[in-house]
């Protein structure tokens, strides 16, 4: 069973997404981020939504709301930014992340590692 | 040219969304506009994440469970009262069905609060009982019970039309049982509401 602090797969990329996007983190943006990072997989973006809340309710995120704008027919955007837990739970995913990937070029090498790119 | 939806389908979309999510849901999709079928793909899978999100923050497995074995007890009960014929099957059939509207009001209803707004805490703000704590406790059961009233009436008035319809009346608890048995399983689901709340330090979680 997964620790309420520790973040999944998906939650690692939503993590990433708005770590990356900075202010400008909200709905559309972090989805289109996440399915960069996912590529070529294809993400809903209900699968972005649902997680965001999962997020929010673990202590991981926190949103506020923003001033309507024109461009979204006179409504507002859901703003998230990572608390401090949040980064905490990005930093341990990273780490291990790093383990894995040096790990595995021991075995698989660099002619793999520049496959990946 | 900034390219809209179809007013018609973000109508929908914002009817069927919940209430907390439909500002910023309807302002994304709209963000994302390109055509109306992108549009109702990216809905219909916006649509089903909030109703998951909403569900899940408003409502527990286990207090469904519970809920429904209460609704389920008060209909046998209001029909052991009635001295009607005990027909276990339509019961448990209308049980799910008022299930079904508590957990659409859960979703879609206004979450229960204090506000002065609203008709019973504005009473009980100018009643005599106002400061005292069995005022206070009954002054919540009202409020709890209003919101769950009509999805329990509503639920059964579904039932009973549908079998009216489609099957043999006399399947369905008597017409009397029925309207005690919405009475009894609304003040047993309050009372269970108000006892989980204040389990949890008087911090409401149902939205219903």
Known sequence: MSRPDSAGAFEQLVLTAILVLREDAYGVTIHAKVEDLARPKKVSLGAVYVTLDRLEDKGLISSTLSKPTAERGGRSKRCYRLDAAGEAALQESAITAKRVWDSTMKIWGKDWARQCQ | ?208
């Open chain 2, 1 to 208: 040219m900034p390219m809209n939806p179809p007013r018609f389908l973000a109508a929908t979309v914002k009817c069927l969304l919940p209430p907390p999510a439909r500002e910023t849901i309807l302002g994304d999709l709209h963000e994302r506009y390109t055509s109306p079928s992108a549009y109702a793909a990216d809905a219909a899978s916006a649509i089903a994440a909030a109703v998951l999100s909403q569900l899940r923050r408003s409502v527990s497995f286990s207090g469904v469970v519970l809920e429904a074995s209460v609704v389920y007890a008060a209909f046998v009960a209001s029909a052991l009262i009635q001295g009607g014929p005990l027909i276990l099957a339509p019961i448990a059939r209308v049980t799910a069905i008022v299930m079904a509207a508590l957990l659409w009001r859960a979703v879609y209803g206004s979450p229960l609060s204090a506000s002065k707004k609203d008709p019973l805490v504005a009473w009980w703000k100018r009643s005599r009982m106002n400061g005292s704590v069995a005022g206070r406790r009954l002054c919540k059961v009202l409020q709890l019970l209003s919101r769950v009233y009509l999805p329990i009436y509503f639920g059964c008035g579904a039932t009973w039309c549908w079998q009216l319809m489609f099957r043999n009346s006399r399947a369905f608890p008597a017409i009397m049982t029925s309207l005690n048995g919405v009475f009894i399983a609304s003040l047993a689901v309050a009372l269970l509401r108000l006892a989980s709340d204040r389990a949890r330090g008087d911090r409401p979680r149902h939205a219903a």
